[in-house]
């Protein structure tokens, strides 16, 4: 490859052709400031509009100050990253962006995770000139029940445009009006939940400021805790417990599975249970489903639908009812983990503790918001009682721990609750994409073949590439599978299995970048893509060190057939832990 | 047979249409018809003559005599009396300012005899809407001979010619051709830029609506030698006069064969599409125009990478401006060295400017570079109005800078015009006199960029916002000497961080009024004084004791009851009350009420 | 319309165009022009002025001639009608009276194309409308 040869500052670097300047400065430890600039390495996911103007430096010879982010090294370029005229540039920009930003830090839901104010930090800025009375843009304030929308704090560095847009290809996001007034608002300034918005909440997790937030259920949380009258049992997804170590300075990729159990307790929580039992279950059930339309396909059925599509992400359900109203029948009827805990939940486990349903509140720990919206859906519902009552993310759990004084570093390992806190590898791993899929082969293929999985670790269904294909033997006839991550390359998927270009018997889908470990509910990945690696590692090796790593070796799954459910997919099992899926078209 | 012996062009621009051009052509073609001379006199309606200050126009040919601010009304009379017997109507004709003669014959006209027409060679001289003319005056000859010849060669002579962009920039177009002609693609464009956005500038639209063959022609002769085989003119729906005459040319065009496959036998294929654009300012920057013909935002991209590497739909594009295409088919009829002699060292051949501001002679120019703005001002623009004093010319529009009794003598090319801290831009001239305000004026600039910036990066979006701030702050008599000094830190940082050419050039106008005009804003700010008397806030009216007989009229015409006195007494004003209407000033016969 | 399939077309057809839109050519270079103008008032009119002025402008076409044909007012020889003014440039204008139509082809060839002085010129002392105004 071409290299090129420039100095940054008086040192001299060499970069293969195509480098930026930012880029080439980071290799000798010249950290350029940015705002708008985001990039998720080998996602595919990139924010670059050029728009901030933070980044700026100096390049000899050139009339204006060059950002950057966008721009290439050439041979001999001479980069001045700090010169005069630089910081006063970045220090002029800078006090303009907050000109126009609402001065209240210290209430903001941002506050102390905020790029804007770390960089005013940074850049040291004591004083914001300006001019007196200066016009300060607003905009009306829009909720929602995943997250919230207060774009006067937006400085249109674009990321949630490009995460919507390029990335999810969704489409609700855009920016609109012009100049001062400029907005990234919905298409003809709907609200969000009337706009094609999804959910997935990948604008919020790229967000860095507080004009994107989750919306904040820990209150009510707190409240059903101090209610004597309830019984309050939690369950907490796969995917929390890779992340939410980060909140109190943990090593990401560190597993805290056993000190989440502790806080969970010390909060108040009557029974610490686990999603992944669910997990289990869902794999029971979605597993008789793909085999049943397996053998109906084998055995020349041509009315069967195939691939069977997952169903545990919500957004992607959502996503999968706007834009392929025409494929209804194609997803599995399973619930979603948290739907399928909770049915069981005030269904089962309400009659064996001996509590009402009403007075049962189900929380749910997820490393996503779309799971808010989930519960609100009224076929999860029985006479207006929800089964999950109420969502957190992994970051309003973080701060409840901290709202509680609980020492999170120093918290004993404990483990979950039973019944419904036994899970096996297979469920854990649900966390990370390709998991699902994983899970699903395990059972699947026992159960198929009748005989005994030799090697348990689907490796050819594991990484982070967009879209992945694989072909499993069982026992002769090959099964071909497909997964898939992020909503753009899930329209590629279905795209092609539309028109016929793709034939798979199965496809999981999971909306955010990496799976549940990157949802919007998760810390955030300031842009790096090790830390979502790490956190599936961490997913992995849990997976690895359980006793249990095959679903329907779950003892405790097999013990709620026996006493309750009878078996996957019978009747008691269709009314509670399945559902169906509506045309919801965006028509406006 | 009975011959024609007369043609009566009619300007049919949208200037003269908004006076009832159209109206006065079928007037024509009435008494005509009355009178018997309809076989041998044509009305034929044409593109802009330029003289806009004076429209509607309307020349007699074959003697042209060139008849102005004519109505409908007056249709009769010229048929009647110059067309039946030879006899011109003396109170239609031109009168010079300073002679106040009669000039029967445009080519005596001063504003014309300084103007060398190249863009502008058929406005106003053949229909737009009918391609026989354009044919006629070797229309469609210039693709002709390229077609039969070596692409390369092309090329070659419009890079020898010296041809440079005219929306304002500069850049070489045979070098940019040559540039998107490298460039490799199953797919390539030809783009026209006609989304001009200048206040006050109209001189791609005149070019669209007098000559559009003119620009079909020229996108044809780039296509080929860029390999490309589409061409698509982005224009701003505000230019619906504009719009019909290119959609008639291009539905002639192709009737002829001269757009479509195997245009001329070559076997060369091209076509041209229209896209109407919604009239952003901003879109006139070549990545943005581009953004908006993908139906986004219209709104500038980083570059690299440039339109031509990848462009329209992602494929190396080559984007010129009207005038610039407008330029092509001269320069390969008549040889790059006879447009090479034209013009300046670095900068040839001709700029079309439309002149406006206080100025006698409004309206559209084409002059050879290097003309100095005093010719420009003075001699085909006729002066100031009233007699008044220059005070300064802005060129480049909201991108330019203000220039000053100094630099009158500056020639008129792309390096004098920078080297003075202003800029050639697309042609936009704005002359102002001694009663204009400099801040105010630099306000109204601001006020333009404020309105059209895309909002995408943050100096242009907060900053130029802020500047306005800051000027109406000054023009409020609320400024500090700091103001002057954010300003300008202000500015500076915008030129050198904004994304696109329009926030690198939107503090100019600020920039260049405090280097030329600082006193003035040092008035403004110290003295809170607007010397020009423009700043409302900083005016006030007084009355003359000495001169004041006490009439009452001023009292009387006053709207907020400031002004008290007894009958023949001096009167007062209370400045409290005061709102600086001007009524009082504007009533007193005795020059009592003075502004300070 | 047919297309048009060469550049040789292209060329044949300006020719075939060409003169509707000559007179306006012509008028722009008008300084290089013969001008020719024919005195176009009542008494000019009812002399046959008009007859003379097609003649003119039809010979002028047939033979591509750089001349002008204009129309002018009263020259005040009313005697003299049809009255026309032939302006060469390079020379004085002259003026014809009495002209027909065959007096009139007879001024273009031998006059205008050949140079040669003809009868029935009247001597120049009058002043046009133009010089009036």
Request: net charge negative; glycine share 8%; with cysteine.
């Amino acid at each position: 490859m071409d290299k090129i040869k420039l100095t940054i500052d008086n040192k001299p670097v060499e970069v293969a052709k195509g480098t930026t300047i930012f880029q080439a400065a980071r290799q000798v430890g010249i950290n350029i400031p940015a705002l708008c600039y985001m990039k998720l390495e080998n996602l595919g996911v990139e924010n670059r509009p050029g728009a901030c103007r933070i980044c700026v430096v100096e390049v000899e010879g050139r009339r204006n100050l060059a950002p950057s982010c966008s721009t290439d090294c050439t041979e001999g370029m001479v980069v001045k990253t700090t010169s005069p005229r630089v910081l006063n540039a970045r220090r002029t920009v800078m006090e303009l962006i907050l000109s126009d930003h609402p001065q209240d830090c210290l209430v903001c839901p941002s506050n102390g995770k905020c790029e804007l104010q770390d960089l005013a930090a940074t850049l040291g800025i004591r004083e914001i000139r300006t001019v007196e009375n200066a016009e300060v843009s607003t905009y009306r304030k829009d909720y929602s029940f995943s997250l919230q929308r207060d774009m006067d704090k937006c400085i249109l560095c674009r990321r949630c445009e490009s995460m919507c847009n390029d990335v999810q290809s969704v489409g609700a996001l855009g920016a609109i009006n012009r100049g001062f007034t400029s907005i990234v608002a919905t298409a003809f300034e709907q609200n969000l939940s009337d706009s094609p918005c999804v959910f997935c909440g990948q604008c919020v997790a790229v967000c860095p400021t507080g004009a994107l937030t989750r919306t904040d259920d820990t209150g009510r949380v707190f409240k059903a805790l101090a209610d004597p009258t309830k019984t309050v049992v939690v369950q907490t997804a796969p995917a929390v417990r890779a992340a939410l170590g980060e909140e109190f300075g943990i090593k990401p990729g560190t597993s805290v599975t056993g000190k989440m159990a502790a806080a969970l307790r010390r909060l108040g929580f009557d029974r610490v249970f686990d999603t992944d039992f669910a997990a289990d279950l869902t794999i029971m059930e979605e597993g008789t489903e793909l085999l049943g339309r397996i053998g109906a396909f084998l055995q020349g059925d041509t009315s069967v639908k195939l691939p069977l599509l997952t169903s545990c992400c919500p957004a992607w359900i959502n996503f999968f009812e706007q834009n392929y109203p025409d494929m209804l029948d194609q997803p599995s009827t399973a619930k979603s983990p948290q739907q399928m805990f909770g049915a069981v939940a005030k269904n089962y486990l309400s009659q064996k503790m001996g509590v009402k349903r009403e007075d049962l509140v189900v929380v749910s720990v997820m490393p996503c918001i779309a799971k808010k919206y989930e519960c609100t859906r009224k076929e999860f519902s029985k006479d207006g009682n929800p089964d999950v009552d109420i969502s957190i993310s992994t970051v309003e759990l973080a701060a409840m721990i901290k709202m509680a004084n609980i020492d999170f570093v120093s918290l004993p390992d404990e483990d979950f609750d039973h019944p419904l806190g036994e899970s096996t590898g297979a469920a854990v791993i649900f966390g990370t994409t390709g998991g699902v899929m994983e899970a699903a082969l395990r059972t699947a293929y026992e159960v198929f073949t009748g005989k005994t999985l030799e090697r348990l670790d689907f490796k050819e269904v594991r990484g982070f590439e967009g879209i992945r294909t694989a072909s499993v033997d069982f026992n002769g006839t090959m099964v071909n599978v497909c997964i898939a991550h992020q909503l753009g390359n899930a329209r590629k998927v279905m795209d092609g299995i539309r028109s016929g270009k793709f034939n798979f018997h199965a496809v999981e889908v999971m909306a955010c970048p990496g799976g549940c470990i990157g949802g919007a509910g998760q810390p955030y990945h300031k842009g790096d893509a090790s830390l979502l690696k790490a956190r599936a590692q961490s997913l992995y090796r849990e997976d690895a060190d359980k006793p249990l790593r095959k679903s329907h070796e779950n003892p405790y799954i097999t013990k709620l057939y026996e006493e309750f459910l009878g078996e996957p997919m019978s009747e008691l099992a269709h009314h509670l832990l399945h559902t169906h899926y509506f045309d919801k078209h965006h028509k406006i | 047979m009975v011959q024609i012996k007369m043609h009566l062009l009619v300007c049919g621009g949208t200037g003269c249409r908004a006076s009832e051009s159209d109206r006065l052509v079928e007037q024509l073609n009435h008494h005509l018809q009355l009178n018997g001379l309809a076989e041998e006199v044509k009305v034929v309606t044409t593109g802009c003559f330029g003289f806009c200050e004076k429209g509607p126009i309307v020349k007699v040919i074959p003697d042209n005599t060139f008849y102005t601010q004519v109505t409908p009304e007056d249709a009769e009379e010229i048929v009647k009396e110059h067309v039946l017997k030879g006899r011109k109507v003396a109170r239609l004709l031109y009168e010079d300012p300073e002679t106040l003669e009669h000039i029967s014959d445009s080519k005596h006209m001063e504003f014309y005899q300084k103007q060398v027409r190249i863009a502008l060679r058929n406005c106003g001289f053949i229909d737009p809407e009918n391609i026989d003319e354009y044919i006629v005056r070797d229309g469609y000859a210039a693709l002709g001979q390229v077609l039969a010849s070596d692409p390369k060669d092309t090329i070659e002579l419009i890079k020898k010619s010296g041809l440079r962009g005219r929306g304002g920039a500069g850049f070489p177009t045979g070098l940019k051709w040559e540039i998107t002609a490298g460039n490799q693609a199953d797919q390539k464009y030809v783009v026209c830029n006609a989304d001009e956005g200048d206040p006050g500038a109209f001189m791609d639209r005149s070019i669209l609506e007098g000559d559009p063959n003119s620009i079909i022609e020229a996108m044809a002769i780039c296509g080929y030698c860029i390999g490309a085989t589409k061409g698509l003119i982005y224009i701003r729906a505000e230019y619906p006069l504009a719009i019909r005459r290119l959609e008639i040319a291009i539905k002639q065009a192709r009737e002829y064969g001269l757009l479509g496959k195997d245009i001329l036998g070559s076997g060369f294929d091209f076509d041209i599409e229209l896209r109407l654009g919604a009239g952003a300012f901003v879109c006139g920057e070549e990545t943005a125009l581009i953004s908006s013909m993908h139906g986004s935002r219209g709104e500038p991209t980083i570059k690299p990478p440039f339109p031509a590497q990848s462009g329209y739909m992602g494929k190396p594009t080559n984007v010129n401006n009207v005038e610039t295409f407008a330029n092509i088919p001269p320069i390969i009829l008549k040889g790059w060295e006879w447009f090479n002699s034209i013009g300046s060292e670095k900068s040839k051949g001709t700029k079309v400017f439309a002149l406006a501001g206080k100025i006698n002679n409004v309206g559209l120019i084409e002059v050879p570079m290097g003309t100095t703005l005093r010719e420009v001002i003075f001699e085909i623009g006729g002066g100031i109005k009233d007699g008044k004093r220059f005070k300064a010319v802005q060129t480049g529009g909201p991108s330019g800078g203000c220039l000053t009794e100094q630099h009158l003598d500056t020639p008129i090319d792309y390096e004098h015009l920078t080297a003075a801290g202003s800029m050639m831009g697309s042609g936009g001239m704005i002359v102002m006199d001694e009663d204009d305000c400099m801040v105010s004026v630099a306000k109204f600039y601001l006020e333009f960029t404020v309105e059209e910036s895309c909002g995408k990066c943050a100096p242009c979006r907060i900053g130029n916002k802020r500047m306005h701030e800051t000027l109406e702050k000054i023009c409020q008599g609320k400024g500090t000497l700091d103001d002057i000094e954010y300003l300008e830190n202000l500015g500076k940082v915008i030129k050198d961080t904004a994304l696109c050419g329009l926030g690198q050039t939107s503090p100019n106008p600020v920039l260049s009024t405090i280097q030329y005009f600082k006193d003035e804003y040092r008035a403004h700010v110290v003295d809170k004084k607007c010397p020009a008397g423009q700043c409302k806030a900083l005016k006030s009216y007084v009355i003359d004791e000495t001169k004041c007989i006490g009439c009452t009229l001023c009292a009387r015409n006053c709207p907020t009851d400031a002004i008290t006195g007894d009958k023949k007494v001096p009167h007062v004003i209370d400045q409290s009350k005061c709102i600086k209407c001007g009524a009082c000033y504007e009533k007193c016969k005795f020059g009592a009420i003075q502004i300070r | 319309m047919n297309k048009i399939k060469s550049l040789d077309d292209l060329r044949k057809m300006k020719q075939s165009l060409k003169s509707d839109i000559s007179i306006r050519e012509k008028s722009d270079k008008a300084e290089e022009m013969v001008r020719v103008r024919v005195a176009m008032a009542t008494c000019g009119i009812a002399a046959g002025a008009r007859e003379v002025m097609n003649t003119l402008l039809r010979k002028v076409e047939q033979d591509s001639l750089p001349v002008v044909v204009t129309q002018g007012g009263c020259m005040g020889y009313c005697y003299a009608e049809p009255t026309i003014e032939v302006a060469v440039p390079g020379k004085d204008p002259v003026v014809f009276s009495h002209v027909d139509s065959a007096r009139a082809l007879e001024i273009v060839d031998k006059y205008i194309v050949k140079g040669e002085l003809i009868d029935g010129i009247i001597p120049v002392n009058y002043q046009t409308i133009q010089e009036k105004l």
